[in-house]
């Protein structure tokens, strides 16, 4: 079986406790959440490849977490439920879940979902890290360098530029910043504009005039690389499940030179 990282999200101790264990002595890398803001706190936080879900995690509130999963997180979902009818199940699969499983379960049985859903993962392996010139961003160490040294990130920092250089070079409105980013809901645009002049003084070499973090006039922000003309940083061994994302091309955007965060 291939080893996850896997997000095990169940309300129930003795059933969470039992499945962890069962887990890791499978090899795989297991942590732990007891409630939605919990689980969806550790994907916004930590690289995950399969997310198991308790469909009545914190009142039935797991559908509503398992659909937000799949619109913004690369992973497998698995879901879980004491509900086994039709209905509940074609919910769970509209919802996003990748496969859906009833409790009480054995398992062997949940095993052999696990190890369906791993081929799946083979044949479409998430980066374990995003390269762009000198600038490295280690998804599972959540740790940045540049030119070689450790650019000290706080932990929304970090969501909040991996967010960014995951979009695939596209603008990210600020609204959008905050749904992603921010473990906890606030509706305050501002708060993604104070992080990313933090953001700026740490990564920009002219924080003044940035092009690493690239203001979108009227819509927010966007991540590139053009004028970091630089040597990339060599390939990591074929033994680690890994890959690297390519600096985007530059998209049309209106002029940077409106002064804002």
Known sequence: MQHL??????????????????????????????????????????????????????????????HWAQRHCDLLILLLSQRGSEADIIAGLEAGADDYL?????????????????RRFRRSVPPTFLQYGELKIDLVQRRVTLAGEGIDLTPQEFSLLMVLAQANGDPVSRLELLERAWPDSTDNPRTVDTHILSLRKKLERDPRQPNLIQTVRSVGYCFGLEHFSCDPLPT???????????????PSRDSDAEHQP
């Open 5 to 66: 990282q896997i997000l095990l999200a169940e309300g129930n101790p003795h059933l969470r406790s039992l499945l962890c264990w069962h887990l890791q002595q499978a090899g795989h890398q297991v942590c732990e959440a007891d409630t939605i803001r919990q689980a969806k706190t550790l994907l916004q936080q930590q690289l995950i490849h399969l997310m198991i879900l308790d469909a009545e995690l914190s009142n039935r509130a797991g559908l509503q977490l398992c």
């Open 102 to 118: 009833t409790k009480p379960l054995s398992m062997q049985l949940l095993d052999a979902h696990i190890q369906a859903l791993a």
């Open 236 to 250: 990591p061994p074929k033994a680690a499940v890994s890959s690297t994302v390519s600096a985007p091309a530059k």
